[in-house]
């Protein structure tokens, strides 16, 4: 629970600062047309009783897997199951055929995705198997240096595994790692969980693996390099994030804390 409470945190200054100026930049320097209709607080009630059942759909999603009900891919089946639903019963937009062809082509999406994530395994397994990231991570845990200086570290081999390792096996090659250092340096070891999975995050969408950027670019049908350069700004926010609640904890910590106290 304190994990979540934490990361519920680390989104708000994601998403709700860093990424929001950020995208009110990019809009300015793209001159990105401004919607001329004045956007009334009925437009918004309106607007979003119209949406009420697509705003559901990630809840749903996410609600499942936190209760226990499903894992992560069966809840991904649940989600289509529950967009199919709304699609032919409640918006009726959705049609036999379109419905067919939207198989055929997320059929065709799969297969070019596992296809490249088939290829990056064998490059991951042998980092796995020379255990590359945990020779980095023992020498630098062996330096015994000071906390702060520890932590950059530690965070920039976070980074580093990341771009060429998934999140779950970088997971378990680093954790047990890196996990006693950190205690003992005096840092939380939820707060480290937090740092691990975003460090991670922020590398799955960096060449030269980038398995995200992979499917984004078979998705949108744009290369990598356009897709990478798109991503740039978000990922230095998320990077900012990381060494923001890495070196002011407090900046997450106190939400979790108040509630603890209480």
Known sequence: PVARIINITRNII??????????????????????EKHFTLKDFFSETLRSVYILIMPIFII?????????????????????????FIIIKDLTISSFIDAIRSSIMM??????????????????????????????VIAMGLPPTIMMFLVILIILATGT???????ILLLTPV?????????????LFGVVLVVGLAVGA???????CLNVCAIISGLGINTIFRGAIPFLIANVITLFLITFFPELVLWLPTLIIDQ
């Open 14 to 35: 994601i998403v709700g600062v860093l990424q929001l100026i950020i995208t009110l930049w990019i809009s300015r320097q793209k001159n990105y047309p401004k919607e």
């Open 63 to 87: 609600g499942i897997v936190v209760l226990g009900i499903t894992t992560a891919t069966e809840s991904a089946a649940m989600g289509v199951l529950y967009a199919a639903i709304i699609g």
């Open 110 to 139: 799969s297969a070019k995705i596992m296809i490249i994530i088939a290829f990056s395994k064998v490059f991951i397994w042998i980092l796995a198997f020379e255990r590359i990231p945990e020779l980095i991570a023992n020498s």
């Open 164 to 170: 060429f390792i998934d999140v779950s096996p970088a």
């Open 178 to 190: 890196l996990l006693p250092g950190i205690i003992e340096a005096g840092v939380s070891p939820v």
């Open 205 to 211: 969408c960096t060449p030269p693996v980038g398995n």
